[in-house]
């Protein structure tokens, strides 16, 4: 059936929102206890309960901050607005997350959902500035779709399954990703031992290394064209990340020196200290494509290395580890430079060996590829349901 009893109530008339704090980090006494301390990475739209964050607070540390009960709702309310958690036990968060603790007319699973939904309105009342900022006044402005208790928990029910289907998906592209860093290991041993005594070369010694394009150059008089080219939040840890594609415009004569090719890895020049040397293969899925001078082009000498080979072997231990020893360090950022990145040695085992490697990690990776195809067709019906059921009432 489907009910019209739906109606909008401000989150001040339905709930208590309180901002979060952080105790002085001058007192190591306030932080290493039990009590969870949540920061907007630990907030990613799903209903699965914060249990684990990085930071957490001692006895005393509670109570210097606000302690939140089970089931209250986070909201981003700094940078990203809108990303939606919800507290396992009692917790407390940083200042850039407001909670919502709903009252007896909405269930805490429901709340979840509808401010999930509402995400545009709330980044609607956001304040306009570099930083967006949603504060505890306007969030509580905010309005939100109510329906009636009985409907609130069969929606929040039929939501929970297709969240645990996408989870199941989530949990075994990780299942996947973890045995192609055990299938290296195997086939190659630990780089860091080198146990089966593979010869080693520089990288500008097995593979051709180019800077990219500076974005501003100045051209004067000379005609410009506009090229689709890959920027550093474009390039993730064995992927990439191609939702966004910019343009830049740049001399016709120079595209040829910064075009990427299918087989080129594409590394990082810089960014936090333990992502650093992040690298992922071009599968020139966009063409033409250059990129940007915070990227580096490494091109493989096929005959020697082959590009998936290396994309492994950058996300070992024994490549983030040389690179942070050979990197500019400030305080949680990190940068190489062309001279680091072409000394990191590597470890080439026969050709032949990289290739059936290869092999087998192209056969796991189209099987990732369906579940991750899965898992945003599972996203997008979650917002479809929401769509429907608060647009022409639910349907049960």
Known sequence: MK???????????????????????????????????????????????????????????????????????????????????????????????????????????????????????????????????????????????????????????????IEDARKNRTNSIAIAEEYLRSLFIEMFGDPNMNPKNFSISRLDQVTNIGSGITKGKKYGLKKLVAVPYIRVANVQAGYLDLKEIKTIDVAEAEIERFLLKSGDVLMTEGGDWDKLGRGAVWDDSISPCIHQNHIFRVRPNVKKIL???????????????????????????????????????????????????????????????QMEKSATELDALMQAVLAESFSTGVTL
């Open 3 to 161: 009910t019209k009893e739906l109606s909008w109530k401000s989150i001040g008339e339905i709930a208590e929102v309180v901002t979060g704090s952080t105790p002085k980090k001058s007192n190591p006494n306030f932080y290493g206890g039990s009590i969870p301390w949540i920061k907007p990475g630990d907030v990613q739209n799903r209903l699965t309960p914060i249990r684990f964050t990085a930071d957490t607070l001692s006895e005393l540390g509670a109570k210097q901050a606000r302690i939140l009960p089970p089931k209250s709702i986070l909201v981003t309310c700094i940078g990203e607005i809108g990303r939606v958690g919800i507290t396992d036990g009692p917790s407390a968060t940083n200042q850039q997350i407001n909670a919502i603790i709903f009252n007896n007319e909405v269930i805490p699973e429901y709340g979840f959902y509808a401010i999930l939904y509402s995400r545009q309105s709330l980044e609607k009342a956001s304040t306009a500035t570099t930083v967006p900022i949603l504060n505890k006044t306007n969030l509580q402005k905010v309005s939100i779709p109510i329906i009636p208790k009985d409907e609130q928990f069969a929606l929040a029910k039929k939501m929970s399954h």
């Open 307 to 369: 590009p998936f080979y290396l994309d492994a072997l950058l996300q070992t231990s024994y490549a983030k580890s040389f690179f942070q020893r050979a990197s500019k360090q400030t305080t949680n950022l990190a940068t190489i430079n062309k001279t680091q990145l072409s000394a990191f040695p590597v470890p080439l085992p026969p050709i032949e060996q990289q290739q059936k490697f290869c092999e087998m990690r192209n056969s796991v990776a189209k099987l990732v590829f």
